[in-house]
Structure formats: C-alpha cells, structure tokens
C-alpha cells in the first residue's frame, strides 16, 4: 500500500499543502518548529482516524481556522502492477463543534472504526518513551490500538466494554449522589454483561503477546546488539480471579470511589530488561530501542496480518540512538523489510549521508514555517 499524494487544509501550521510522494523514501527537512511532525500526523489521521500527538481532533485546525481537511490518495497495489492498482482517496475533516467526518472515495464510513486497520501505518517518533514512562493507560491504548488493527472483532469488544463500563460508573455515581439509593439489579444486569466482554478482552491479549513477544525480542536483539534480555508481561488480576466474583467482591469500594476498580480497564503492561523495570534501569538509549524494537515488532505483525506493508513514520530518526544503532535501523529500509516511508530530520546533509548506502528513489521536501517545497 502506498500513499501516492496528500492535501492539507488549514491542518496546524499548514494554510494548504499538495503533495505527491515517492513509492519509497519520502525525507521531509526542516528547522525545528517548521512543520515536519505535523506532515506525520496527517499520515498518521489518514491512517487510524486521529492524530498521534494532539488528544482533541479540535487541537488540529490551525489557530483562527474553523475547519480542517486531510485528504490522502492511496494505492493498494505495488507501483508497476497495472492489473487492478486500485486508487483510493481517504479524508479526513473536522469543522469546529462538530463531528470529525471520515469518507472514503467520497462515502462517509457509517462507523468510522470501519476505517481502522485498512491503511496501517507505524509512527517511531521521540515521543514513544513515554510509553514506558507514563501510566499504564498509555500502554493501555498502545496495545489496544495495536491489537484493534490487527482484529476488528477486538475493537467491537472495546467499544462494547467502554459502553458498558461508562453505564456502570453513572450508576456507581448516581449512588453517591442518592446516598445509597440506587438500583442494585440494574447493576447486576450491567456486570453480567461486562464480564464476558471483559475475559474476551483479557483473553485476546494474552493471545496476542504470545505472538509478539517473541518477535519483539528478536528485533531488540537486532538492533542493540547486546547483552539484556528484555521481555514483557501482562499484569492483570483477570486470568487467576474470577472478573464476576472480582466484581462483588469490590462493590463497596466502587461506591464509594464511584468508579469501576476492577477489569482490563486497570490491567497493565510491564516493560522489563534483564527482569528490571526500564523505566528506571533502562539508560534514555535502552529505553528508545525498547520501543523501537516495539514499533519494529509491529511492523512486522500489522505486514504480515495484512499482506500489505505499513506505512512507516519514522520522525526525528537520530534521536537518541548511537551510529551503530541508527545504521541498524536504516538498514532494514535499505533491505526493504520496509515499504513507503517517511521520514524527518533538520538537517538535509546528514540524512543524506545516513541514506547513503539506500538505491531507492528518495524523495525530499523542505519544510517552512508551515510550507512545504520538493526539493
Ligand atoms: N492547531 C495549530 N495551529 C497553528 N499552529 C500549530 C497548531 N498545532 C501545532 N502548531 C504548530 O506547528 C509547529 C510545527 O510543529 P511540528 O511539531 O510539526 O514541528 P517540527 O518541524 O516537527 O519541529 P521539531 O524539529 O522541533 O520536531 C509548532 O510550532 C506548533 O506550535
Ligand atoms: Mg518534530
């Protein structure tokens, strides 16, 4: 799959953006704050329906705008097979106040979770070390983004879930507010419905982890080149309590906090090194290798679920990563373990030499200010 053009409206800093890319390497170059990460993020709306960085679609019209509008033309074949390269046009636009529309080939999606999973693409960005230093809601979300991608039957549990869940945590509410009386028997018909959706959900990852953990550690080892082992586990009181007996048991505490305690809604994902957290033994490289290897391990279950290569964003690509590192990464673009990659940095000579040894076409824009040239 590739991304062949995009359009930007009002999307940030951008007033309007065309541009068309190659089926290869796209390099967008640019001083700091000039608009390289934002162009990722536009991919990356085109991709899963919202942007990797800004929690609130709003966050996304450029200031004193009222709308804005990413529109992205794919091609579902490889370049070159003329026999049924289909095109497609994706976009993405949101008026201020109201719903963020979805449409593919002009026909807006019923639901927009429709939409994800059909044009997968994997953001590396400095950002994602945050996955091992915030909460576990952050992990939380990786991983649910991740495995919604790989199995859409997974998403409708979570919405599912989520909706059940909100339900209850009213009611729990509505007790406090009431001082007690509320209806017990609506609370036990919510539960019997969230403990299904809810092992499904617990049972789904555990499957899921079997699968990717052994294909992120490979790709750890790959790229660092060393001695710890890392690994990663699922923590969550599911698999050896019973969710419905969990659920009674807790009921006194969840009224009074007025909220859910228990459920895949509070499981966690631990990161671990040579069984050591890596938030706190980890070195800043370690840690973004961690969730390279991560990004890199998801590249490879999204490609291989979909027969089609993800689009790879790969934002900011020196941060933080020795030389040996850094060739290891480019590496696998030259090798072509990577299809339709984009790519930013400030500095158009040392991405030059970095992507040295890679015949491909390679495509480079200047970024402006919010402007954005072929070069
Ligand atoms: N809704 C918006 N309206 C106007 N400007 C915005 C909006 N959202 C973000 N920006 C601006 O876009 C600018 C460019 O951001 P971006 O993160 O793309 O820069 P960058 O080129 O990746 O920089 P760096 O090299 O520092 O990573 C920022 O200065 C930010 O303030
Ligand atoms: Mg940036």
Not at 19 to 38: A, H, V, Y
Not at 280 to 305: N, P, T, W
Not at 306 to 326: G, S, T, V, Y
């Amino acid at each position: 799959m590739i991304l062949e053009s995009l359009h930007l409206l009002f999307f940030k800093n951008y007033n309007e953006a065309n541009l068309r890319f190659s089926p290869r390497i796209n390099c967008f170059i640019g001083d700091n704050g000039s608009g390289k990460t934002n162009l990722l993020d536009a991919v990356h709306y085109l991709s899963l329906t919202k942007s990797a960085f800004s929690p609130l679609d709003a966050q996304s019209i450029k200031q004193g705008e009222e709308f804005f509008v990413v529109k992205g033309r794919f091609q579902q074949d490889a370049p070159g097979s003329d026999a049924g390269a289909s095109k497609e046009m994706i976009q993405v636009s949101l008026r201020a106040g109201q719903k963020k529309v979805v449409t593919h080939d002009k026909q807006a999606y019923e639901r927009v979770s429709d939409h994800i999973g059909r044009y997968p693409a994997v953001l590396i960005s400095p950002y994602d070390t945050d996955l091992i230093r915030q909460g576990s809601e952050e992990r939380r979300k990786y991983f649910d983004s991740l495995i919604s991608q790989l199995d859409h039957a997974y998403l409708e549990l979570l919405i599912s879930y989520n909706h059940i869940l909100r339900q209850r945590n009213s009611l729990l509410k509505l007790a406090a507010e009431r001082q007690g009386g509320y209806d017990r028997d609506y609370l036990l018909v919510l539960d019997e419905q969230l403990v299904p959706v809810g092992e499904k959900i617990v049972a789904a990852r555990q499957q899921f982890l079997l699968e990717f953990v052994p294909i992120f550690q490979r790709h750890y080892q790959q790229l660092a080149d060393s001695r710890e082992v890392v690994t990663l586990s699922y923590k969550s009181q599911l698999p050896e309590a019973d969710f419905a007996k969990l659920l009674r048991v807790q009921e006194r505490k969840d009224l009074t906090l007025q909220r859910t305690t228990v459920g895949p809604h509070k499981d966690d994902f631990v990161f671990l090194m040579d069984d050591l957290a890596v938030k706190s033994y980890g070195s800043q490289g370690q840690q973004k290798s961690y969730v390279i290897a991560l990004k890199l391990a998801q590249f490879e279950i999204l490609a291989a679920r979909n027969q089609q290569k993800p689009l790879l964003l790969l934002d900011d690509i020196f941060d933080r990563l020795d030389e040996k590192r850094i060739t290891r990464l480019l590496q696998l673009v030259a090798d072509h373990t990577f299809g339709q990659v984009f790519l930013t940095h400030t500095h158009l000579d040392r991405t030059d030499l970095a992507l040295a040894n890679i015949t491909d076409q390679i495509s480079r824009f200047r970024v402006e200010h919010g402007s954005v040239q072929a070069l």
